[in-house]
């Protein structure tokens, strides 16, 4: 029986993996998911999550389980082809894969987010409440999974995600922070308080007093110990 011709579906569910055949399979899978986007799903998960368009709160857990089943599947091993899914899927930091990934934060930056949460916050650059509270979930539930273990290099990361003070990831988080201060001084904060007049060198009034009532709290703090 001959084979089908490149650049069908038919030939990708034989096997086919080269470019026609995957453009074919993608243009399709698109096609599809254009007609279903917007309806109810018949059930949920990771089919109406990427099938629906569905973000459900069950939706999204599944496609987190997914995708980090997947991950941990693929961890450490050669991605087929470097880029934006070599860096995501498997974990490969080689220059073209950190380019990828640069390129589509690059792309992302500024736009709305579909959904506000933590992908809004590190993908988007969206700093809005909700966005705001995500990422401090997250950063202290990972500070909390790592504390007191000792961080793989010392340095910025050993002292923020590990809780190390070694001379070396002191060092690195206190030239962090000057260097990130020369660059945001004079700009306008993105909330006014103690944030925007030690950081931003505001001195409204409202920056002002945020930092009078931090001053007066850690006062407070270091008398109580």
Excluded: F
Excluded at 77 to 105: D, F, I, N
């Amino acid at each position: 029986m001959a084979e089908p011709p490149h650049g069908t579906t038919t030939r990708y569910r034989h096997g086919c993996r080269c470019a026609k055949c995957r453009a074919a399979k993608s243009a399709w899978r698109a096609e599809s998911r254009a007609k279903l986007q917007g309806q109810e799903p018949p059930a949920h998960g990771t089919y109406g999550y990427t099938e629906y368009g569905c973000r459900c709160a069950e939706c999204r857990a599944a496609n987190r389980a997914q995708r980090a089943e997947r991950r941990a599947e693929l961890k450490g091993q050669v991605p087929p082809t470097h880029g934006l899914s070599g860096y995501t899927r498997y974990g490969c930091r080689c220059a073209e894969c950190r380019a990828a990934k640069s390129a589509q934060s690059a792309a992302l930056r500024g736009r709305e987010p579909p959904v506000h949460g933590i992908a809004g916050y590190t993908a988007y650059g969206c700093r809005c409440d909700v966005c705001r509270a995500a990422a401090t979930v997250r950063r202290a539930e990972r500070r909390a999974k790592r504390q007191g273990e000792p961080p793989p290099v010392h340095g910025r990361a050993g002292y923020s995600e590990y809780g190390c003070r070694c001379d070396v990831c002191t060092e690195a988080e206190v030239g962090r922070v000057a260097q990130w201060r020369a660059k945001v001084k004079g700009r306008e904060p993105p909330v006014h308080g103690h944030h925007g007049y030690a950081n931003y060198g505001c001195r409204c009034e409202q920056c002002r007093a945020g930092m009078r009532e931090y001053q007066r709290k850690y006062r407070l703090r270091k008398r109580a110990r």
